[in-house]
């Protein structure tokens, strides 16, 4: 059977590893469908109209029944990276349904990818929570290749952008213990590999498979070859007993823009060597052309598709647990309710295309456009909280997509041309959305209207509203003067210097 007669079922297809495997799927030959809870979310990603996009949810059983349907291998890449509470009940169900409805349809592979883990004593909750689905996945009855990784080499990825900016801000690393466990780490792009060869291993095969690649390092000798690579010194490491897993999060919170819901997982697992036991995989499926990736041309990889914008995905689009997830409702919904806006318009002798070139390059290294220690703070105080912050910036310097992170913002909704709407997922007593739009003026140039929009949750929520409240005249006004000022500018300079804009 060619790859184009068969099917592959992809979960997990927005987040890091999913939204990269999904376009290499199709590459391959393979017919592709993916399972997202939100299709919208998928709107402008280049591969999504080749694929066959079903909306559905890994706790609803029912919502399987048609996913499954003619499935050849089901691709199992969901997990609660920064989940809370009773996150491993939750995974466990997740599994227990895919299994179910994998058997039912008669799936003949189910592919999953877990985490690598020692082979004996206590592992942290979520690698626990993660081995546990793998059993869940290989007791259905439909042979399943559970690849457990480590820590993933790739532009984007979490375990990357932690050991880039821990090594770019510290030019001294005071760090806990775990600095000198061993690591095997694996490229992203010999991920993506062994995923896809294993939809063809022999249907007898049931097992757990580790995955890394050619290099064990300690994880301090990973900071340093990123510093060589990065062209940086080599930076003193200096190992502190006294750092616990808690306050080494902390720190890593604190420090780079990786929030504590996701630092506290990652910082949990590396209480452990973290080495493959066996390496019975390559027995199995041939190395890549050219072999594994050794971590530094890894490193330099990754540094390569920074630098050229070419970011497929990134950890930033990690669903942020506890942050608002309801879209804004509609202008008559709003009624009875509890609302407080902040609207700014401005008139620009700029088109209408020139001021959303601005609108679209906000947040990240372009910054808001007014009182920039004002949005730090503001960044610093989530981030102390436990927020994502200021710090996570943008995946494009150049474009914004649905579903896109920005800053403590996420793209809720884009009219390319037009409209940008953000919801905030910065800590706050409520809700919050921030839009941004350009249209045609009477008489010639644009319009821009900016709407700040709180919906806020109980005295908390309205006693932060007014307490800000003075601030807002100060900031939104600012950025809506810059904004427009902005776009003035680069329609009257010439083009050697239209791409440089003054910010403030």
Known sequence: MTNAQRLALVTGATGYIGGRLVPRLLEAGFAVRVLVRDPSKLRDVPWAGS?????????????????????????YLVHS???????????????????????????????????????????SEHLESRKRVGEILMASGVSTVAL?????????????????????????????????????????RDVMHYLIRSADLPPEINRAFDIGGPDVLRYGQMMN?????????????????????????????????????????????LQFDCVANEQDIR???????????????????????????????????????????DPLPSDPDWTGHTVYLDIKERRTPAEPEQLWRVIEGIGGDNGWYSFPVAWAVRGWMDKLV?????????????????GDALDFWRVEAIERGQMLRLRAEMLVPGRAWLEMSAKPAEGGGSTYTQR????PTGLGGRLYWFAILPFHGVIFNGMANRIVATALVEATEAPSTADEPARA
């Open 51 to 75: 694929v066959e996009i079903v909306k559905g949810d890994l706790g609803d059983a029912a919502s399987l029944v048609s996913a499954c349907a003619d499935v050849e291998v089901l691709y």
């Open 81 to 123: 990276m920064g989940g809370k509470g009773h996150f491993a009940e939750t995974e466990s169900t997740a599994a227990r349904n895919v299994a179910e409805a994998a058997a039912a349809a008669g799936i003949s592979r189910i592919v999953y990818l877990g985490g690598l883990h020692p082979a004996k004593g206590t592992l």
């Open 148 to 188: 457990q990784a480590g820590v993933v080499i790739g532009s984007g990825s979490t375990s990357f952008e932690m050991v880039r900016h821990l090594t770019d801000v510290l030019p001294y690393m005071p760090a806990p213990k775990w600095v000198r466990n061993f690591i095997q780490p694996i490229a992203v």
């Open 225 to 269: 070859g990123y510093a060589l690579e990065a062209g940086l010194k080599q930076r003193p490491i200096a190992s502190l007993p006294v750092m616990t897993p808690w306050l080494a999060s902390q720190w890593v919170n604190l420090v780079t823009p990786i929030p504590r819901a996701l630092a506290v997982p990652i910082i949990a697992s």
């Open 283 to 325: 027995d199995l499926i041939p190395d890549p052309e050219g072999g594994l990736t050794r971590y530094r041309r890894a490193v330099r990889l990754a540094l390569g598709k920074m630098r050229d914008g070419e970011i497929e995905t990134s950890w930033q689009n990690t669903a942020v647990q506890g942050a608002a997830s």
């Open 386 to 402: 436990g927020g994502v912050g200021l710090r996570r910036g943008r995946r494009s310097a150049d474009e914004l997509h649905m």
């Open 452 to 455: 700040a929009i709180f919906f």
